[in-house]
């Protein structure tokens, strides 16, 4: 049975003003509830007040909002002084500092003050939700309630049920989430919920790419934004976020894992974090950020002229972007069915999507000598920029056929070292693969896992969705052939993935 959203006459409490906090503030104040704000630093609370009002205003001068409206919004507000305050309160969400001791303290004092129907609504990113409710007297009241940063800006929320959660307090918190606007989703308390969890291999595998020499960071970031589709790369989105931060939560998920392999930290970002270089923030991270600093660019392989006749073999979805894009080039080509997997010849190269093997590896087991591999791009059509590798049996004139028939196609082409599964290609199957296992361990569902890592992290498709697309045995293939490939449990295919390609089904349907 679904259960209504909070009434706005039902006043919300926030206890930590700081920009989530604030920010919370904000959605439940433009809403139409009366909001408290509370924190223990003086003047905080009356600062954020203050900062909402104005952000208020903004709203009205780029036309968001009426100045009615806004008046409206801002005189909701009410900054107050201690807990006794929070009385009358229907729902108090904490954004204090990430410390379990500290959230514990601050909802059992509240349980001796608010009324029994008053909901409780922590914010917090990676303690587990049963730990916070473990000193309560009424657990059941209590819930995560997990916005993003810019809280006003991102649309996602997870509803995170601890053990003793009640389920009707986890669907009330969905249904006043999806009535503030935002896209609330479910999860388990487990470690880093769903988004935390999930994106960990994003930064995992690119820092293994990293740690191998596959390519510099520039050029991974690179082929991960302009063949993957994503907003940033992994190495400038760390260094955004603030390696203290980034490597503290890979540390947290791993040690909450019992040290599971899949979650390893590494050793790069441990320098990082050991030297103080946490990012933009102090000036250096994996790039330099002072201003006497040259920002460096990725590599990108020289023009090179194709020679040699075209073949495009089959109708995948990367031979037919190819043809697409040869017929816009005005290069002749012919076609022919596929046979063994590739993609494309020119001369004496052969061309084939990544399998998770390197191309070494392939070469010598297919007996192609001259295997070039194609990394996957999220659409091969708009992509303006592929990875490649090239077996070591390969000729060097096959090499630059195989680059100028994909520039000739309108890529720029960044030559990796021969590493298994090049950068979008493995990425995208662990992340695939850890959105499986958590949807196979009851955390969330498919459409939860998915839609958490497009509003979360702005992931251009969700993982699962992704798997799908490129198909689930293709998946199921690169994860097997990483695991031979390193000999690490890290790779470990999900029986998600693994009952959906026995059954020869999608993982959504």
């Known amino acids: 049975m679904s259960h209504p959203p909070l009434s706005q006459q039902s006043i919300i409490a926030v206890v930590g003003t700081g920009a989530m906090g604030a920010g919370i503030a904000q959605i439940a104040a433009a809403a139409g509830h009366p909001v408290k704000l509370l924190d223990n630093r003086p003047g905080a609370a009356e600062k954020a007040v203050a900062g909402i009002r104005a952000q208020f205003s903004k709203l009205v001068e780029k036309s968001r909002l009426t100045a009615e409206a ?139 790419l990293a740690q191998e020499g596959a390519a510099d960071y520039a050029t991974i970031d690179a082929v991960m934004r302009e063949a993957g589709g994503f907003r940033m790369g992994p190495f400038e989105l760390m260094d955004m976020i603030g390696h203290d931060v980034n490597f503290a939560v890979t540390n947290s998920v791993w040690r909450a894992f019992f040290n599971d392999q899949r979650f390893l930290p590494s050793l790069i970002q441990q320098e990082l974090v050991d030297a103080g270089f946490y990012g933009k923030k102090t000036g250096r991270g994996f790039y330099d950020y002072r201003e006497v600093a040259v920002k460096p660019e990725p590599q990108t392989e020289a023009a090179q002229t194709p020679a040699g006749k075209i073949t495009v073999f089959g109708e995948s979805i990367a031979a037919e972007a190819l043809v697409e894009r040869l017929h ?158 390193y000999g690490e449990d890290r790779y470990r295919i999900s029986p998600l993935i693994q009952r959906a390609v026995f059954a020869g089904r999608k993982i959504h349907d």
């Open 70 to 208: 806004a008046k409206a919004a801002g005189d909701r507000l009410q900054a107050v002084s201690e807990l006794g305050d929070l009385a009358d309160c229907s729902l108090v969400v904490e954004a204090i500092v990430e410390n379990l001791e500290a959230k514990q303290k601050l909802y059992a004092d509240l349980e001796a003050i608010v009324g029994q129907a008053c909901i409780f609504g922590t914010n917090t990113s990676s303690i587990s939700v049963t730990a916070i409710g473990a000193v309560l007297k009424h657990p059941e009241r209590l819930a995560g309630l997990h916005f993003f940063n810019p809280a006003p800006l991102m649309a996602l929320v997870e509803i995170v049920s601890g053990l003793a959660t009640d389920p009707a307090v986890a669907d009330t918190l969905f249904a006043t989430a999806a009535a503030w606007g935002k896209t609330p989703v479910h999860a388990k308390s487990t470690p880093g919920f769903i988004v935390n969890r999930v994106a960990r291999p994003y930064y995992a595998e690119a820092l293994r």
């Open 328 to 485: 816009y080039s005005g290069l002749s080509f012919s076609r022919a069915p596929e046979t063994d997997g590739r993609v494309a010849e020119i001369g004496r190269a052969a061309l084939y999507v990544t399998d998770g093997r390197s191309a070494t590896q392939r070469a010598s087991e297919s007996g192609v000598a001259n295997t070039v591999l194609i990394d996957l791009a999220l659409d091969y059509s708009k992509a303006t920029r592929l990875a490649i590798a090239a077996a070591e049996q390969c000729d060097p004139a096959a090499i630059v056929s195989a680059i100028g028939l994909l520039q000739a196609a309108g890529f720029a082409v960044s030559r990796f070292l021969d590493i298994p599964g090049l950068a979008v290609m493995r990425t995208v199957a662990m992340l695939a693969n850890e959105a499986a296992d958590a949807v196979n361990q009851g955390v969330c569902s498919e459409a939860a896992a998915d839609a958490a890592m497009r509003l979360g992290v702005n992931y251009p498709q969700g993982p699962l969705a992704w798997a799908d697309q490129v198909g689930v045995a293709s998946i199921r293939d690169v994860l097997a052939n990483l695991c031979t490939s």
